[in-house]
């Protein structure tokens, strides 16, 4: 079963699928994008074996790709399943939301339809969520535009690990199938409009009846669809857009005409769509709607002659990526926060702790001017200007921009700023586990959380780093100040906790290390543990109860 507490091997499985749904872009006809699709699911999603069913034209069911085993391979490609029998497998079984999923027990009554199949005898499962070789779940695929206009049926079976996918398997998987079937859906409209540029280059008798399907392929297309003038004064800017473009961006077309893709594009995203080559090339980057929000979108161009030798135009074609892009972000947040608490956790705080860190020693810039001189260099220094570009940035040399953390003098306080490291744990936390239970421990934690979050500044850092301990990263503050914090913190923390009717208190105690180059995140880290290990022996055991 799937572990909650694994973000790290999630991570790597959504870099598996987000290569995988990358390569469906990558295949240059319609037979090689269902190859690809039944490829990336035995390559990215851990089953062994995978089948794509394409729904024909006349409503049934044809087997156009398979993965997994050459045998099956030859015995089932290009064989043909009725609508009606896989519309009943489609409405039996179990329904993981879009999947559908017969266990072998159900699935007898399915042996002698007319649906291509294959399948291996094998034992009585020994676990309640092991697989059966006659197990079989399906993912259908719906055509885009938000119908449900059946598109066609990913089939796969013997999952890697033995065991049915779980919730995150199962999401995986759906979101595959969206992905697959959004690539076979353009595989077809590139294969369409492909066929229409060699009429209109070949062929300037039919150059009428090429437009005219040109003019279907571009305006009825289920993603957005432009054209741009190319090169001139007018460069870039936008002659014609598709219905399905302008319900993207919620304008009308005549106001899409006064504008080009730079004006649309995220501030921060228009390198990208400079770097965008012309012929063939692709980026993923955001649009700005009407309402003033902005869209993650996929462009890909391609240019097109409108006669021969006449000028060129530039071809985009725009779909809407925003589901995909909440998804990753979705998973890039559960793989760095932690589960329980929704804090930064152990991972996330070294990332955030060790970018502040270089190797440069201690002794060096060991004041605010001389920090700034090491940063931005010595202007008044002949021996550091230069007329070229092949430049010194070795760390700690005249171009290096980072900005040192140094530790201010605890002892002596001189006014000097850090990045104060302040390590909480949780005094009298065990003895409530103990007493009330896991239950009660978890809600405790998660009041912890909420009050130390509300007590620091938008730009600090509050991290679970496991069990009852957490740590605070406050960038500029000064021995005094970050003693104050501290103080703050813990009489936060200190207030009864109700759960479930039920007054409990922990205690905290901190010690407060500070950040400073030439350390590592680690070093960082254990100063801080040891310094809040000597005030908890240094409290009276009064000040530390809970209960």
Known sequence: MEAESEPYVRLATMRQLHQAVA????????????????????????????????????????????????????????????????????????????????????GWVL??????????????????????????????????????????????????????????????????????????????????????????????????ASEESFRQAFEYAPSGMAIAEMG??????????????CRLLGRPASVLRRYSFADLVHPEDIGTLLRTSAEGGRAELRLGRRDGTYLWVSLRNSVVADTTDGPRFLLTHVEDIEERKRHELHLAHRASHDALTGLPNSAELRSRLGSRLCERPHSVATTAVEALDAAYGDVDDPDTRTHGYDVD???????????????????????????????????????????????????????????LTTCVRDGDTVARLGGDEFVVLADGLGAADAADLAVRLRNAIIPPIRVDGRAVRVGASFGIGWAECGMTAEEVLRSADQRMYVEKRSRAKVHRRAG
């Open 232 to 245: 001139g004064d007018q460069h870039g800017r936008l002659l014609r857009t598709n219905d399905a473009l």
């Open 393 to 451: 940035s070795v760390p700690g040399g005249p171009y290096d921009h980072h900005v040192h953390s140094v530790a201010p003098d605890t002892e002596n306080d001189d006014g000097a700023k850090g990045l104060a490291v302040l390590f909480c744990d949780l005094d009298g936390f065990k003895s409530i586990n103990d007493r009330f239970g896991h239950h009660t421990g978890d809600a405790v934690l998660i009041e912890v959380a909420r009050r």
């Open 23 to 106: 390569d469906l872009n990558t295949a240059r006809s319609l037979a090689d994008t269902l190859q690809t699709v039944a490829d990336g699911i035995v390559a990215g999603l851990g089953y062994e074996l995978a089948c794509v069913n394409l729904v024909r034209p006349d409503g049934d069911l044809v087997v156009a790709a398979f993965a997994g085993n050459s045998a099956a391979e030859a015995l089932i490609t290009g064989r043909v399943g009725s609508r009606s029998s896989w519309e009943r497998r489609l409405s039996m079984g179990e329904a993981w939301d879009e999947l559908r999923f017969i266990p072998h027990t159900d």
């Open 111 to 208: 042996l002698d339809d007319d649906v291509p199949q294959w399948h291996t005898e094998g034992p009585e499962p020994r676990f309640e969520d092991e697989w059966h070789p006659q197990d079989r779940l399906y993912a259908p695929m719906y055509a885009s535009g938000g119908g449900l206009d059946l598109l066609g049926v990913l089939s796969v079976d013997r999952p890697r690990n033995g065991r049915r996918p779980g919730a995150w398997g199962r999401e995986a998987l759906q979101m595959y199938a969206s992905q697959a079937a959004i690539a076979i859906s353009n595989a077809r409209l590139r294969a369409n409009m492909q066929r229409a540029l060699v009429r209109l280059e070949r062929e300037q008798q039919a150059l009428r």
